[in-house]
């Protein structure tokens, strides 16, 4: 699944060295697409989405004649290189959901969950153990161990 994604950005890397390149419309693509892929709040997606060129006239004259350049361009691939270097990497984001677990459950429930996993319990030990837990809870819990909070 990460190889498709790898695949992607390489491709949005290989669009940057095209004739006809279109940087606005490049930018929007590749937003659109880091976000699919590490979600609306990554920071990529805002290093992204900030770049941009400056066409004052000092920047004009300090880049004119020579070969020019590009440090937006630059940025753009160091930060592409990136993401696809920690798709590489592979899921290395720790699991919070012991700490997240712990911080929505009363002590006394959370030593009761740590004895049932220590204990290797069934799903349906863990089903009846949650069923005791308050639903507003139980569902704070989940929302944050799906955001990743």
Do not use: C
């Not at 060295?17 to 419309?25: C, G, L, S, T, V």
């Not at 697409?33 to 709040?41: A, E, Q, S, V, Y």
């Not at 400056?54 to 930060?79: M, N, T, Y």
């Not at 996993?117 to 929302?143: D, M, V």
């Amino acid at each position: 699944m990460d190889n498709k994604k790898i695949e992607i950005l390489q491709t949005l890397l290989q669009d940057m060295n095209k004739k006809n390149f279109d940087f606005e419309a490049w930018r929007i693509k590749t937003s659109l697409l880091l976000k699919r892929i590490f979600g609306n709040d990554d920071e990529k997606v805002e290093l992204i989405n900030n770049l941009h060129y400056d066409h004052s006239s000092w920047s004009l004259r300090d880049g004119f004649g020579g070969k020019q350049h590009d440090p937006v361009k630059e940025q753009a691939r160091e930060i592409l290189e990136a993401a696809k270097l920690e798709l590489q990497l592979g899921d290395t984001k720790p699991d919070n959901s012991d700490s997240v677990i712990k911080g929505n459950l009363s002590n006394e429930n959370y030593q009761r969950l740590a004895s049932l996993l220590e204990n290797n319990s069934t799903e349906q030990e863990l089903t009846e153990y949650f069923s005791n837990i308050a639903p507003a809870i139980k569902n704070a819990i989940l929302a944050k161990i799906i955001l990743n909070k």
